[in-house]
T-cell receptor, first 112, second 113 residues
Framework: EDKVVQSPLSLVVHEGDTVTLNCSYE??????LLWYKQEKKAPTFLFML????IEKKSGRLSSILDKKELFSILNITATQTGDSAVYLC????????????FGKGTKLTVNP | GAGVSQTPSNKVTEKGKYVELRCDPI?????LYWYRQSLGQGPEFLIY????????DSGLPNDRFFAVRPEGSVSTLKIQRTERGDSAVYLC???????????FGPGTRLLVL
Protein backbone atom coordinates (compact mmCIF):
# COMPACT_ATOMS: atom_id res chain seq x y z
CA GLU A 1 0.00 0.00 0.00
CA ASP A 2 1.29 3.45 -0.92
CA LYS A 3 2.32 5.48 2.11
CA VAL A 4 3.47 9.06 2.79
CA VAL A 5 4.76 10.04 6.23
CA GLN A 6 5.41 13.60 7.33
CA SER A 7 7.34 14.81 10.33
CA PRO A 8 7.03 16.53 12.61
CA LEU A 9 3.24 16.56 12.84
CA SER A 10 3.35 19.87 14.65
CA LEU A 11 5.93 22.62 15.03
CA VAL A 12 5.91 25.96 16.88
CA VAL A 13 8.59 28.55 16.10
CA HIS A 14 9.24 32.27 16.45
CA GLU A 15 9.25 34.74 13.60
CA GLY A 16 12.59 34.77 11.87
CA ASP A 17 13.39 31.12 12.57
CA THR A 18 14.23 28.65 9.80
CA VAL A 19 12.23 25.42 9.64
CA THR A 20 12.65 22.12 7.82
CA LEU A 21 9.67 19.89 7.17
CA ASN A 22 10.18 16.26 6.24
CA CYS A 23 8.33 13.89 3.96
CA SER A 24 9.18 10.24 3.34
CA TYR A 25 7.32 7.91 1.03
CA GLU A 26 6.88 4.32 -0.01
CA UNK A 27 4.99 4.00 -3.27
CA UNK A 28 5.01 1.84 -6.34
CA UNK A 29 5.70 3.60 -9.63
CA UNK A 30 6.65 7.02 -8.31
CA UNK A 31 5.95 9.89 -10.68
CA UNK A 32 6.24 13.13 -8.69
CA LEU A 33 6.09 14.62 -5.20
CA LEU A 34 4.12 17.75 -4.46
CA TRP A 35 3.97 20.19 -1.55
CA TYR A 36 0.82 22.15 -0.72
CA LYS A 37 0.07 24.81 1.91
CA GLN A 38 -3.34 24.58 3.59
CA GLU A 39 -4.41 27.60 5.62
CA LYS A 40 -8.15 27.14 5.95
CA LYS A 41 -9.64 24.60 3.58
CA ALA A 42 -8.09 24.89 0.11
CA PRO A 43 -4.60 23.41 -0.29
CA THR A 44 -2.55 25.79 -2.43
CA PHE A 45 0.17 24.42 -4.65
CA LEU A 46 3.79 25.15 -3.73
CA PHE A 47 6.14 22.78 -5.59
CA MET A 48 6.22 19.74 -7.81
CA LEU A 49 9.42 17.68 -7.73
CA UNK A 50 10.25 14.92 -10.17
CA UNK A 51 14.06 14.74 -10.25
CA UNK A 52 16.51 14.05 -7.46
CA UNK A 53 18.87 16.73 -6.23
CA ILE A 54 17.35 19.68 -8.05
CA GLU A 55 16.23 22.35 -5.63
CA LYS A 56 13.03 24.23 -6.35
CA LYS A 57 12.84 27.70 -4.84
CA SER A 58 10.16 30.32 -4.42
CA GLY A 59 11.04 33.29 -2.25
CA ARG A 60 11.79 32.04 1.25
CA LEU A 61 10.58 28.52 0.47
CA SER A 62 12.66 25.79 -1.12
CA SER A 63 12.35 22.07 -1.57
CA ILE A 64 14.44 19.16 -2.72
CA LEU A 65 13.80 15.50 -3.51
CA ASP A 66 15.98 12.44 -2.88
CA LYS A 67 14.62 9.54 -4.94
CA LYS A 68 17.25 7.13 -3.66
CA GLU A 69 16.39 7.65 0.01
CA LEU A 70 12.71 8.29 -0.79
CA PHE A 71 12.23 11.60 0.96
CA SER A 72 11.81 15.30 0.43
CA ILE A 73 12.30 18.36 2.60
CA LEU A 74 10.61 21.73 2.55
CA ASN A 75 12.63 24.61 3.98
CA ILE A 76 11.23 27.94 5.05
CA THR A 77 13.73 30.65 6.00
CA ALA A 78 13.02 33.83 7.98
CA THR A 79 9.55 32.59 8.91
CA GLN A 80 6.65 35.03 9.22
CA THR A 81 3.31 34.69 11.00
CA GLY A 82 1.70 34.35 7.58
CA ASP A 83 3.57 31.08 7.10
CA SER A 84 1.39 29.50 9.80
CA ALA A 85 -0.50 26.69 8.07
CA VAL A 86 -0.62 22.95 7.55
CA TYR A 87 1.93 21.84 4.96
CA LEU A 88 0.88 18.78 3.02
CA CYS A 89 3.16 16.43 1.09
CA UNK A 90 1.64 14.26 -1.62
CA UNK A 91 2.97 11.69 -4.04
CA UNK A 92 1.62 10.98 -7.50
CA UNK A 93 2.10 7.54 -9.00
CA UNK A 94 2.08 6.56 -12.64
CA UNK A 95 0.83 3.68 -14.66
CA UNK A 96 -2.66 3.72 -13.30
CA UNK A 97 -4.69 6.23 -11.37
CA UNK A 98 -3.67 9.86 -11.32
CA UNK A 99 -4.61 10.24 -7.66
CA UNK A 100 -2.43 11.92 -5.06
CA UNK A 101 -1.52 10.07 -1.88
CA PHE A 102 -1.17 12.57 0.96
CA GLY A 103 0.62 12.55 4.28
CA LYS A 104 -1.14 13.81 7.41
CA GLY A 105 0.55 17.18 7.14
CA THR A 106 2.77 19.27 9.39
CA LYS A 107 1.01 22.01 11.33
CA LEU A 108 3.37 24.99 11.53
CA THR A 109 2.67 27.82 13.95
CA VAL A 110 4.85 30.93 13.72
CA ASN A 111 4.57 33.19 16.76
CA PRO A 112 5.44 36.88 16.65
CA GLY B 1 -13.28 30.85 -13.78
CA ALA B 2 -10.16 31.96 -11.96
CA GLY B 3 -10.02 28.95 -9.69
CA VAL B 4 -11.87 25.84 -8.63
CA SER B 5 -15.13 26.70 -6.90
CA GLN B 6 -17.25 24.50 -4.67
CA THR B 7 -20.74 24.91 -3.29
CA PRO B 8 -22.01 24.97 -0.69
CA SER B 9 -19.18 26.06 1.62
CA ASN B 10 -20.85 24.35 4.53
CA LYS B 11 -23.62 21.80 4.71
CA VAL B 12 -25.34 20.52 7.82
CA THR B 13 -27.67 17.59 7.42
CA GLU B 14 -29.31 14.90 9.45
CA LYS B 15 -28.33 11.26 9.47
CA GLY B 16 -30.09 9.41 6.70
CA LYS B 17 -30.57 12.39 4.40
CA TYR B 18 -29.27 12.79 0.85
CA VAL B 19 -26.74 15.50 -0.06
CA GLU B 20 -25.19 16.85 -3.23
CA LEU B 21 -21.90 18.71 -3.36
CA ARG B 22 -20.94 20.68 -6.44
CA CYS B 23 -17.54 21.39 -8.00
CA ASP B 24 -16.83 23.85 -10.81
CA PRO B 25 -13.29 23.26 -12.13
CA ILE B 26 -10.90 25.76 -13.69
CA UNK B 27 -12.06 26.53 -17.20
CA UNK B 28 -10.49 24.20 -19.74
CA UNK B 29 -9.32 21.62 -17.22
CA UNK B 30 -10.25 18.15 -18.39
CA UNK B 31 -9.28 16.21 -15.27
CA LEU B 32 -11.28 16.51 -12.03
CA TYR B 33 -10.72 14.84 -8.66
CA TRP B 34 -12.66 14.48 -5.43
CA TYR B 35 -10.93 14.01 -2.08
CA ARG B 36 -12.22 13.75 1.48
CA GLN B 37 -10.33 15.22 4.43
CA SER B 38 -11.15 14.23 7.99
CA LEU B 39 -9.95 16.27 10.94
CA GLY B 40 -6.21 15.97 11.46
CA GLN B 41 -5.70 13.88 8.34
CA GLY B 42 -4.47 14.54 4.83
CA PRO B 43 -6.93 14.44 1.94
CA GLU B 44 -7.93 10.95 0.79
CA PHE B 45 -8.72 10.21 -2.84
CA LEU B 46 -12.31 9.37 -3.77
CA ILE B 47 -12.71 9.54 -7.57
CA TYR B 48 -11.06 10.92 -10.69
CA UNK B 49 -12.73 12.02 -13.94
CA UNK B 50 -11.05 12.46 -17.29
CA UNK B 51 -13.65 14.29 -19.33
CA UNK B 52 -17.10 12.90 -18.63
CA UNK B 53 -16.03 9.45 -17.53
CA UNK B 54 -14.88 8.25 -14.14
CA UNK B 55 -11.37 6.93 -14.84
CA UNK B 56 -10.82 5.71 -11.29
CA ASP B 57 -13.48 5.44 -8.56
CA SER B 58 -11.50 3.11 -6.33
CA GLY B 59 -11.54 5.57 -3.43
CA LEU B 60 -15.32 5.74 -3.03
CA PRO B 61 -15.92 4.13 0.37
CA ASN B 62 -19.19 2.35 -0.48
CA ASP B 63 -22.19 2.44 -2.79
CA ARG B 64 -23.79 5.35 -0.91
CA PHE B 65 -21.28 7.60 -2.69
CA PHE B 66 -21.64 8.47 -6.35
CA ALA B 67 -20.28 11.23 -8.58
CA VAL B 68 -21.12 12.49 -12.04
CA ARG B 69 -19.68 14.90 -14.57
CA PRO B 70 -22.20 14.78 -17.43
CA GLU B 71 -20.77 17.51 -19.65
CA GLY B 72 -17.11 17.21 -18.76
CA SER B 73 -17.06 20.36 -16.64
CA VAL B 74 -19.09 20.69 -13.43
CA SER B 75 -19.15 17.63 -11.19
CA THR B 76 -21.56 16.63 -8.44
CA LEU B 77 -20.70 14.29 -5.58
CA LYS B 78 -23.82 12.59 -4.24
CA ILE B 79 -24.09 10.91 -0.85
CA GLN B 80 -27.16 8.85 -0.01
CA ARG B 81 -28.34 7.90 3.48
CA THR B 82 -25.67 10.02 5.13
CA GLU B 83 -23.98 8.75 8.28
CA ARG B 84 -22.17 10.67 11.02
CA GLY B 85 -18.89 9.20 9.80
CA ASP B 86 -19.36 11.02 6.49
CA SER B 87 -18.67 14.31 8.26
CA ALA B 88 -15.52 15.79 6.69
CA VAL B 89 -14.30 18.43 4.28
CA TYR B 90 -14.88 17.35 0.69
CA LEU B 91 -12.25 18.82 -1.62
CA CYS B 92 -12.36 19.04 -5.38
CA UNK B 93 -9.30 19.57 -7.59
CA UNK B 94 -8.77 19.98 -11.30
CA UNK B 95 -5.81 19.78 -13.66
CA UNK B 96 -5.34 20.82 -17.28
CA UNK B 97 -5.05 17.20 -18.22
CA UNK B 98 -3.98 14.04 -16.50
CA UNK B 99 -0.51 13.97 -14.91
CA UNK B 100 -0.44 17.74 -14.47
CA UNK B 101 -0.55 19.77 -11.27
CA UNK B 102 -3.84 19.52 -9.38
CA UNK B 103 -5.36 22.79 -8.11
CA PHE B 104 -7.80 22.58 -5.24
CA GLY B 105 -11.03 24.34 -4.44
CA PRO B 106 -11.97 25.66 -0.99
CA GLY B 107 -13.93 22.54 -0.11
CA THR B 108 -17.36 21.82 1.34
CA ARG B 109 -17.49 21.15 5.06
CA LEU B 110 -20.17 18.50 5.61
CA LEU B 111 -21.56 17.89 9.08
CA VAL B 112 -23.95 15.01 9.59
CA LEU B 113 -25.88 15.25 12.85
Amino acid sequence: EDKVVQSPLSLVVHEGDTVTLNCSYEVTNFRSLLWYKQEKKAPTFLFMLTSSGIEKKSGRLSSILDKKELFSILNITATQTGDSAVYLCAVETQGGSEKLVFGKGTKLTVNP
Amino acid sequence: GAGVSQTPSNKVTEKGKYVELRCDPISGHTALYWYRQSLGQGPEFLIYFQGTGAADDSGLPNDRFFAVRPEGSVSTLKIQRTERGDSAVYLCASSRTYQETQYFGPGTRLLVL
